[in-house]
Structure formats: structure tokens, C-alpha cells
């Protein structure tokens, strides 16, 4: 089964940087989509970014665009997030998700799925002075 596991997550001060990384298993190399997401307390879960293994598009939610970079490396199947210029916020818990049936469909191959189906354990993100 697929399996997500993200790490990095920590107490950074305004204006620094962290990286957060999703290692994945299960996953076909080279052909699936991976999301990040965070919530806050008392807050909906947002998108913030996702990625496309074959040809690593892109897209950002707009509050994090020119702060964070999505990437992947296809040999260890991981996708990172990297965050800079980090605000209060910022702060939440941060997931990782994937569609499992991503590699099934030779048509279906967008960078931000409409369905997630396997996420990881989430690792906390705290930004404070």
C-alpha cells in the first residue's frame, strides 16, 4: 500500500526557513502526484502546493507563492517542501497526500488531483520569535 512520511518540521523565527520532506512508498516511480496541506487550529485544511513526478509542474496556493518551492526527486520517490521568508501564519500542522490510482489512468495525469486518498502523519510546523 502506499505509504507517505513527512519530516522537518520544527520552530523556525519570522523571516527563516525550513524544509519539509514526504518520502514515499507504493508510489509507481516517476508517474504520481503529490500534494502538500496544512491546518491551523480552528481552521479548514488549505492546499498549499503540489507537484507532478513525470514532468514536475507545479502550482502554489497564493498565500505561499514566492515563499515556497515544491520539488521532487524521482530516484528516492521524496518530495520537498522548502519554505522560506516564514510568517506566524504559517504555522500548522503540514501533510502530505496522494491519489493511490494516479498511475492507473493513461488520460488523468493533473499536478493537483481532485482526490487524495493516502496522506502521512503530519509533521508540525511553528513559526515564533
Known amino acids: 500500500q502506499v505509504r507517505l512520511v513527512e519530516s522537518g518540521g520544527g520552530l523556525a523565527q519570522p523571516g527563516g526557513s525550513l524544509r519539509l520532506s514526504c518520502a514515499a512508498s507504493?508510489?509507481?516511480?516517476?508517474?504520481?502526484?503529490i500534494g502538500w496541506f496544512r491546518q491551523a487550529p480552528g481552521k479548514e485544511r488549505e492546499r498549499v502546493s503540489c507537484?507532478?513526478?513525470?514532468?514536475?509542474?507545479?502550482d502554489y496556493a497564493e498565500s505561499v507563492k514566492g515563499r515556497f518551492t515544491i520539488s521532487r526527486d524521482n530516484f528516492k520517490t521524496t518530495v520537498y517542501l522548502q519554505m522560506d521568508t516564514l510568517k506566524p501564519e504559517d504555522t500548522a500542522d503540514y501533510y502530505c497526500?496522494?491519489?493511490?490510482?494516479?498511475?492507473?489512468?493513461?488520460?488523468?495525469?493533473?499536478?493537483?488531483?481532485?482526490?487524495?486518498?493516502?496522506w502521512g502523519q503530519g509533521t508540525r510546523v511553528t513559526v515564533s520569535s
Open positions: 507537484i507532478k513526478a513525470s514532468d514536475g509542474s507545479t
Open positions: 497526500a496522494t491519489y493511490s490510482q494516479y498511475y492507473v489512468s493513461s488520460d488523468y495525469r493533473p499536478t493537483c488531483p481532485a482526490e487524495y486518498d493516502a
Open positions: 507504493g508510489l509507481t516511480p516517476g508517474d504520481y502526484a
